[in-house]
């Protein structure tokens, strides 16, 4: 079965913005502490699935990442709204074979269909990370430009879609840690991240419109295009 994987909790929101939009300034957000350097990053990820999105239509996430802190395969399974259950395996040298110790956990829902890739994102992220008076992560802000497509006939890529999208999410912890409390719906997990969204909905219905089912499918649904002030449900 191969090296068991790792397991956190992983607590997040989404938000979808216009490529024009510019990130408020989040100093004075995390209580007394501070707001690190951005910090940049290229990944790369391939999104497996059934040809029918069983996996999808689930709400779990099945990919292999190059690049960035945490390079690897991951296996993300609904929790609760906005938290879910992720378990890690390292990449290793076969790209294109869904680690055991990972395609164990789906196959009640895959069956006998075989796994592919459905979707391939490319990231262009730019990280900041919300850190306690005392030098602890608290969240990190991810400001991200993807691209992603899905494959073409035979190994011919499909029509490129590119959109932009922040998120937000609390430090990783443990399944079973309650941790401090709260999530990024609520406001406890840090306590005065709130930001001022200002994306065109028509603009992002239009984008989506174009999106192949496939490619919808992979990503985490996300918040509505226009918030003021605190995120919410």
């Known amino acids: 079965m191969g090296r068991r994987p790792t397991e956190h909790l992983e607590t997040e929101l989404k938000f979808e913005v216009g490529l024009d939009f510019v990130l408020p300034d989040l100093g004075g957000l995390s209580g007394g502490g ?29 990919r292999r990442r190059t690049g960035g802190d945490d390079a690897g395969w991951h296996l993300k399974l609904p929790v609760t709204a906005g938290t879910r259950r992720e378990l890690q395996v390292p990449l290793g040298d076969d790209a294109a074979a869904v680690p055991p110790q990972l395609a164990s956990q789906v196959s009640a829902w895959v069956r006998d ?23 602890e992560t608290l969240a990190e802000v991810a400001d991200d430009v993807v691209t992603g497509r899905v494959p073409g006939p035979g190994v011919a890529p499909g029509e490129p879609a590119t959109w932009r999208e922040i ?17 990024p719906a609520d406001g406890r997990g840090c306590p005065a991240v709130k930001f001022r969204l200002q994306a065109r909905p028509a603009a992002r219905r239009a984008r989506r419109r174009h999106r192949p089912a496939a490619l919808t499918g992979t990503i985490t649904r996300r918040r509505p295009a226009r918030i003021w002030g605190q995120p919410r449900a």
């Not at 501070?34 to 999808?56: C, H, N």
């Open 167 to 183: 998120e937000v999410e609390l430090a990783p912890r443990r399944a079973g840690d309650p941790g401090r409390g709260g999530s």
């Open 34 to 62: 501070a707001v690190t350097a951005p910090d940049a990053a290229l990944l790369v990820a391939s999104y497996f699935d059934t040809a029918d999105l069983r996996l999808a239509k689930a709400r779990i996430t099945l």
């Open 113 to 135: 269909e075989p796994l592919q890739v459905v979707a391939v994102l490319e990231t262009r992220r730019t990280v900041r990370r919300l850190t306690s008076a005392g030098g």
